[in-house]
């Protein structure tokens, strides 16, 4: 495969079929080694298609996968020594303990040192419950789990879908630190979300998936910069003046998803602008009781995605003409 | 055989197995103690003697391993597709696969466990069967003397064997009718269906149905008694080398379709 040199993990022209229709046409993804990849798209994009065929459970139709720098065929299953997995929800043995789940799954593919569970147990904060059966842990504890699962071979390559399920917000955070200081080890970690916002603050790479292909790839920073957003808040009467104010300087949006939103406007301008955007309302005798500025990655998602909606945990409605509740991109650096 | 060791582990832990070890056992000691308990008390003299046969040893020791292969052949079925079919149901064959393990290897060394637990679900239930058997005698005020019958209890190890290896290929039936089915539930459905259908069938098409796995599986154990007659309907049962050796046949069969077939599944949800 040519262009691959310091991929932790490339595809090119990966294609698979459910019948007439193209769940990946020609996926071409450059991850590199050492970072945190956030693998995003639509529902129905070809995520978790795109997980399975790299973790084996499924192949491609055409096309090739890399994986850790050598070429993954059918048959190359010891390339997935290296590498570990979350894919869809964890499931485990239901009438086994948490332990001991880890421990028989250890006993399939590569070595697994003993040790290695507590580890792993510790990391995931499940001692006090690793005993417990299965099948009365929450839906949080059965991700913590799999996310423990996941890296019970200490991966160099990691591949995890939507691994925030089911995670509190605690959770979600000592996630996000494990996965980071992971990849300050050097090893990869491939995050495939839906959760916008908490890719943006935990990735390093990103890559837009639409209709089974990639749509955009690179740096989360390199992409951000051109895709600039700021937030105005205006009595909620003037919102269409200032909308109509605003439309020579650049394109607002009224945010209505929540009561929270209102008097909101989502301006489609550079952040580094706030303040002009903030000077045109005042000169048009609207003040301005809020103003947020930020890169927003959920802007160039809907951009790029053609404005699907996404739905699931934590998920909002797509943009559409006037309409926005997601928090994602409030608040963030300017 | 660390794969081996994991699949042993799960399946001494798995609820299904004691479940099943539990009601195979328990049906035979209560079925062996009751015909004990009534024998004296039946009228007729024919039923009276042939209830008394069920616990006169030396014969008694292959009447407890014919109803271990006939009816625990129909339990084997529902245990290797609960294997099996729950490997699919709760995706844990896809966490085996993602970790890089070999799909084929995965599922025939789950087999291999469940071959194993059949050994010693076969000798468990064979020895409570001869305890109840000697209940049942006392009971029925029959002679124990045939217990240590030198020429029974030589041949003994070899039918125990043969009767693990008839289990052991119905089990696979199971196993492998799960792995298609990608299934618990369908797998048992579908394996009991296929159990009972076979006796059916037997009544109808003798001369085929005396091949299939069932049938073959009895008529393996058989000393001309009940279940290798019950399958094999009107026409005469295969002689017990002949259906050895089919046995073995339908037990490769079953294993390699469920291991082609899993080689080459999409594993998904």
Redesign the interface.
């Known amino acids: 495969m040519s262009g691959t040199d310091g991929l932790a993990l490339a595809t090119r022209g990966l294609r698979k079929n459910y019948g007439s229709r193209h769940a990946l046409d020609g996926l071409n993804l450059s991850v590199p080694a050492g970072v945190v990849y956030g693998f995003l798209g639509p529902n129905g994009a070809g995520k978790t298609t795109t997980m399975?065929v790299l973790?084996?459970?499924?192949?491609a139709d055409g096309g090739s996968v890399e994986v850790l720098g050598k070429p993954f065929r059918r048959g190359d299953?010891?390339?997935?020594?290296d590498?570990g997995?979350l894919?869809?929800s964890p499931?485990?043995?239901?009438?086994?303990s948490g332990r001991?789940n880890l421990?028989?799954?250890a006993?399939?593919?590569?070595p697994v040192q003993p040790r290695r569970i507590e580890e792993l147990l510790d990391l995931v904060g499940l001692c006090d419950r690793a005993n417990d059966k299965v099948q009365d842990y929450s839906m949080g504890m059965k991700q913590r789990l799999g996310i423990a699962?996941a890296l019970?071979?200490d991966p160099r390559l990691l591949l995890l879908d939507e691994p925030a399920n089911g995670l509190d917000p605690a959770g979600i955070v000592a996630m996000r630190d494990t996965l980071k200081t992971l990849a300050t080890q050097g090893k990869t970690v491939f995050v495939s979300s839906h959760l916008l916002a908490e890719i943006q603050v935990m990735a390093d790479v990103v890559g837009i998936i639409s209709a089974g292909k990639l749509v955009r790839e690179g740096p989360l920073k390199e992409l951000l910069s051109f895709q600039g957003v700021v937030k105005a808040r205006v009595r909620p009467s003037a919102v269409e003046a200032a909308i109509r104010i605003l439309a020579p300087l650049a394109t607002a949006e009224r945010l209505t998803e929540t009561d929270r939103d209102e008097g909101w406007l989502a301006v489609r301008i550079a952040p580094a602008r706030a303040e002009d955007v903030s000077q045109k309302l005042a000169g048009a005798g609207i003040y301005v009781s809020g103003l947020e500025s930020g890169n927003d990655l959920e802007m160039l998602f809907l951009e790029l995605t053609g404005g699907q909606a996404i739905t699931g945990e934590g998920a909002f409605v797509g943009l559409g003409s006037t309409t926005n509740g997601s928090a994602a991109g409030k608040g963030s650096a300017a | 055989m660390r794969l081996l060791f994991s699949g042993l582990r799960k399946l001494v832990r798995r609820p299904a197995t004691w479940v099943t070890l539990g009601l195979l056992v328990g049906l035979l000691v209560l079925i062996i103690v009751a015909v004990g308990a009534t024998a004296n008390s039946r009228v007729n003299p024919t039923r009276e003697a042939t209830a008394k046969l069920l616990v006169t040893f030396p014969g008694a020791y292959a009447r407890i391993l014919e109803f271990i292969t006939g009816l625990g052949g129909l339990f084997a079925v529902i245990y290797g597709a609960a294997i099996a079919g729950s490997e699919w149901s709760w995706g844990t064959l896809k966490w085996a696969v993602a970790r890089g393990e070999s799909r084929v290897r995965y599922m025939l060394i789950s087999y291999v466990s469940v071959a194993v637990m059949i050994a010693a679900g076969l000798l468990i239930t064979f020895a409570a069967g001869v305890v109840a058997a000697v209940v049942g005698a006392h009971l029925a005020g029959v002679s124990t003397s045939g217990l240590g019958d030198s020429a029974t209890l030589g041949d003994l190890p070899l039918r125990l064997l043969k009767g693990w290896f008839a289990v052991v290929e119905e089990g696979a039936l199971g196993f492998t009718i799960a792995t298609l089915a990608r299934s618990q539930l369908a797998g048992i459905g579908a394996g009991i269906a296929f159990y009972f259908g076979e006796g059916f069938a037997s009544l109808f098409l003798p001369d085929i149905v005396k091949y299939l796995p069932f049938s073959v599986a009895n008529a393996a154990l058989s000393t001309g008694a009940s279940n290798a007659q019950m399958f094999a309907g009107g026409a005469s049962p295969l002689p017990a080398d002949q259906a050895l050796l089919l046995v073995a046949v339908w037990l490769v069969g079953a294993l390699v379709v469920a291991a082609l077939f899993s080689d080459r599944a999409e594993i998904a949800g």
């Open positions: 399975r973790t084996g459970l499924i192949h299953r010891h390339r997935l020594f590498v997995a894919v869809e499931t485990f043995y239901p009438y086994l001991a421990r028989e799954l006993a399939s593919g590569g699962a019970l071979n």
